[in-house]
């Protein structure tokens, strides 16, 4: 993020030193750099954007929420058919419960597609707040800091890292939480039937934690390092449309077509560094999510071949 509340493009600028940035502008700050905000600054930044829209976030996350329960409510019921059915119930209890599960996902289809429209307006305010900041705390630059910015680090923080901020209030924050919510239900439901057969359960999800200390330690710089090499390309591309004329009149196409593949062979370095974060943390957690499952059904099988 930016000092303004963007995310951080970290592009080198100039000969901009940190002692030209406004105060209040706060970020690790390098020389020849614009500063981009630490950890610390992100969170007390994101938590300010949510206390200045707290009842909207609310709502997402109350309505997110009760859709996650909705949706949990179906196979408890389902489990419930399933004992009824075993001490004797009949027909009549598939017939009590199993208009409960229809209704069940009915309300979790309703309450997602509301959550999703409260999300979104949540997010398209947020954006505009930070939009709005940005602009401000842009014009109230010295003119002098801005030019030797650069036009495309100026416009990656104000395009995809507002746009990065705003996913991440709208989408990735309260499903997030949810998540995080519904499977500490889950778990315990697990631990509550059977604690050996949440230990297992438990246990099998630690490649989860692994690869999560693993991907966060890289992914700050690696990201960081990312949007740099974007908005030294934009910076580029932005300078030769701008000095078209001038490139023709003193022949310097060689020179800016150099220029240009220099800027995109860093961008695409760091691409495929991030690119090979993903490729590592996603599979180990697609393949973390079977483990659980499989060592339940490990267990179960063992317990039915020594009761047999």
Same mark, same amino acid.
């Given at each position: 993020?930016?000092?303004?509340?963007?995310?951080?493009?970290?592009?080198?600028?100039?000969?901009?030193?940190?002692?030209?940035?406004?105060?209040?502008?706060?970020?690790?700050?390098?020389?020849?750099?614009?500063?981009?905000?630490?950890?610390?600054?992100?969170?007390?930044?994101?938590?300010?954007?949510?206390?200045?829209?707290?009842?909207?976030?609310?709502?997402?996350?109350?309505?997110?929420?009760?859709?996650?329960?909705?949706?949990? *409510?179906?196979?408890?019921?389902?489990?419930?058919?399933?004992?009824?059915?075993?001490?004797?119930?009949?027909?009549?209890?598939?017939?009590?419960?199993?208009?409960?599960?229809?209704?069940?996902?009915?309300?979790?289809?309703?309450?997602?597609?509301?959550?999703?429209?409260?999300?979104?307006?949540?997010?398209?305010?947020?954006?505009?707040?930070?939009? !709005?900041?940005?602009? !401000?705390?842009?014009?109230?630059?010295?003119?002098?800091?801005?030019?030797?910015?650069?036009?495309?680090?100026?416009?990656?923080?104000?395009?995809?890292?507002?746009? *990065?901020?705003?996913?991440?209030?709208?989408?990735?924050?309260?499903?997030?939480?949810?998540?995080?919510?519904?499977?500490?239900?889950?778990?315990?439901?697990?631990?509550?039937?059977?604690?050996?057969?949440?230990?297992?359960?438990?246990?099998?999800?630690?490649?989860?934690?692994?690869?999560?200390?693993?991907?966060?330690?890289?992914?700050?710089?690696?990201?960081? *390092?990312?949007?740099?090499?974007?908005? !030294?390309?934009?910076?580029?591309?932005?300078?030769?449309?701008?000095?078209?004329?001038?490139?023709?009149?003193?022949?310097?196409?060689?020179?800016?077509?150099?220029?240009?593949?220099?800027?995109?062979?860093?961008?695409?370095?760091?691409?495929?560094?991030?690119?090979?974060?993903?490729?590592?943390?996603?599979?180990?957690? !697609?393949?973390?999510?079977?483990?659980?499952?499989?060592?339940?059904?490990?267990?179960?099988?063992?317990?039915?071949?020594?009761?047999?």
């Amino acid at each position: 993020m930016t000092a303004g509340g963007s995310g951080g493009s970290g592009r080198p600028a100039g000969k901009v030193s940190a002692g030209k940035v406004p105060a209040g502008g706060g970020g690790e700050e390098t020389a020849g750099r614009l500063p981009v905000a630490s950890p610390a600054e992100v969170r007390r930044a994101t938590g300010r954007l949510v206390r200045a829209d707290g009842r909207a976030f609310a709502a997402v996350l109350a309505l997110n929420v009760l859709a996650a329960a909705a949706g949990l *409510a179906g196979p408890w019921l389902l489990g419930r058919i399933i004992d009824e059915v075993r001490s004797g119930g009949g027909v009549a209890a598939v017939d009590r419960l199993a208009p409960a599960i229809l209704g069940c996902a009915l309300g979790q289809l309703l309450l997602a597609r509301w959550a999703r429209y409260a999300g979104h307006r949540f997010g398209e305010r947020t954006l505009a707040r930070v939009r !709005e900041g940005f602009v !401000e705390r842009t014009l109230a630059l010295p003119a002098s800091v801005v030019e030797r910015a650069g036009a495309g680090d100026l416009t990656t923080r104000g395009t995809a890292d507002v746009a *990065a901020v705003g996913t991440t209030l709208r989408d990735a924050g309260p499903e997030l939480l949810v998540c995080a919510v519904q499977a500490s239900l889950l778990l315990g439901a697990v631990f509550l039937i059977d604690p050996l057969l949440g230990a297992v359960g438990l246990l099998a999800l630690t490649p989860i934690w692994w690869v999560l200390r693993w991907y966060l330690r890289r992914a700050r710089a690696g990201y960081l *390092a990312e949007g740099a090499a974007t908005s !030294e390309v934009a910076d580029v591309l932005a300078e030769t449309a701008a000095g078209a004329r001038t490139v023709e009149a003193f022949r310097l196409q060689e020179r800016r077509t150099a220029a240009s593949r220099d800027a995109l062979e860093v961008s695409r370095r760091t691409r495929f560094r991030t690119l090979f974060l993903r490729s590592v943390f996603f599979p180990v957690v !697609e393949v973390s999510y079977s483990l659980p499952v499989a060592g339940a059904c490990w267990w179960a099988g063992s317990c039915t071949r020594g009761a047999t």
